[in-house]
């Protein structure tokens, strides 16, 4: 299933009338309705389809999503343990046996298939009949194979959903840090011009106009490094999202809203995907001792043989059964059931150790989204602000022949240090926030479970 991720604004059709504008509408819809139909057919080739279009970070984990091979092999395994589950459901194949019995091999008759009135040549038909629980049980150990690789799906989905929202949001304030460094890189170029400027009207120094130029190439040494960033968070996206990576990015998703609550962690995780592959594997282990039990009992096999002689004497039926002996069932099925019954307990407990870890993890980690969380809006409030109206002070006193140039390209690298460290704080507050927004898939899974918003949006 598809889902829009372009959604048209009034913006879009500016300066037009209503009747104008409802039909840039119907053309905006038909290009991005083109754009949904390409992305069904092969998501690597949207982006060359509509190449000016955002690219949201839903509709990035929904390209990652469909081009994952890794999801179609376990679908794979998963009809594989379907196909073996109806196999296991069955009889076991009959038995043809041909022979020949009592042929002399010694005396005037040797070898003779017609003289000796015990020689028969024989053909016969052996079938086991398997008890039905037997094959129940066996049947519903291949089918809980395929639930657990089912849950080992959901686990692979929403690592990549993960993933994919780490690497976009990556390339996000890459491209964020870029755009400060590069605006206060032009800052710089001014400050040069000025420089040059006031030297030659003799109200500056030359060394004034050779630490602007420095300051310049501090920043474009800085610039280079942003740019390096972009491309390197660009390829890191690439690798979930293929040919559109390179496409311009929509607008920061709201980060101070998780799913969680913290009151109820242990509730919430339990439907955890790597917390459910391990329920998964302990109602596998279930089955599997279900096997064993089954094991305990005894199957009979019939055999239904016609015996052929010479002419001289009567052909022969031969009807028979075959039961299996278990003459050491202590140390055998016995033995067998006890092993998986050992299994199931390590399920159990690696079930629970599990669930403990990651709600210990996961405490830890919302408390330290709540912590970026503050600490972003001090610098908003407060460090931001400070830093430009320091700079703004030292402009004007510089102006007034009271501050040197030196400390106005000072302020000046105070401020994008003070925007680019809010950009950072920002950035790892976000790969918090797609750690715990994305723990299972976003694909409506969640919408029975608890669901607290913490935070409001700033």
């Known amino acids: 299933m598809l889902y829009p991720i372009f959604t048209p604004v009034a913006s879009d059709c500016p300066h037009v009338s209503h009747t104008s504008r409802r039909d840039c509408f119907a053309r905006f819809f038909l290009v991005a309705n083109t754009f949904l139909l390409a992305m069904a057919i092969d998501p690597a080739s949207a982006a060359s389809v509509l190449p000016n279009v955002a690219l949201t970070l839903a509709g990035a984990q929904q390209l990652a999503v469909a081009r994952s091979r890794q999801l179609v092999a376990q679908d794979a395994s998963v009809a594989a343990s379907r196909d073996m589950a109806v196999a296991a459901g069955q009889l076991p194949d009959p038995t043809l046996k ?87 890189g032009v800052q710089a170029r001014l400050e040069v011009q000025a420089a040059e400027g ?127 002996l278990q003459w050491d069932q202590k140390n055998r099925q016995d033995r067998e059931v006890s092993a998986k019954l050992a299994l199931v307990d390590m399920a159990k407990a690696e079930l629970e150790e599990s669930l403990r870890k990651h709600v210990g993890e996961t405490r830890a980690l919302i408390d330290e989204w709540q912590n970026g969380r503050e600490r972003i809006g001090r610098y908003e409030r407060e460090l931001i602000p400070l830093a430009r109206e320091r700079t703004l002070a030292v402009i004007t006193a510089y102006r007034g022949g009271k501050s040197s140039l030196t400390d106005v390209l000072a302020a000046r690298r105070n401020v994008i240090d003070v925007r680019l460290q809010s950009l950072e704080l920002q950035a790892s507050t976000a790969r918090l926030w797609a750690q715990l927004n994305f723990l299972t898939p976003d694909d409506g899974r969640h919408a029975g479970l608890p669901s607290t918003m913490q935070g409001e949006t700033r």
């Open 98 to 184: 041909l022979g020949v019995e009592n042929l002399p091999v010694s005396g005037t008759d040797r070898l003779s298939l017609s003289r000796d009135f015990m020689t028969m040549r024989r053909i016969g038909v052996m079938q086991e009949f398997t008890r039905s629980d037997k094959r129940l049980a066996r049947t519903d150990r291949f089918e809980r194979e395929a639930q657990k690789t089912l849950a080992e799906k959901s686990a692979a989905t929403a690592a990549i959903e993960r993933d994919t929202a780490l690497a976009w949001l990556d390339r996000y304030y890459s491209e964020a840090m870029a755009a400060v460094v590069a605006e206060q």
């Open 198 to 324: 006031t030297y030659r009207a003799g109200r500056g120094t030359q060394a004034d106009m050779i630490m602007a130029r420095s300051a310049t190439a501090v920043f474009d040494d800085r610039a280079s490094d942003a740019a390096r960033r972009v491309r390197s968070a660009t390829i890191m996206l690439e690798r979930w999202i293929g040919e559109a990576a390179p496409t311009p990015l929509a607008g920061q998703p709201a980060i101070d809203q998780i799913r969680l609550d913290p009151a109820s962690l242990a509730v919430q995780l339990a439907h955890h995907p790597e917390v459910a592959v391990l329920r998964k594997q302990e109602d596998l282990a279930q089955a599997q001792v279900r096997v064993a039990q089954a094991a305990r009992k005894l199957d009979w096999s019939m055999e239904v043989a016609y015996q052929q002689r010479s002419p001289d004497f009567s052909n022969m039926v031969s009807v028979g059964l075959s039961v299996p």
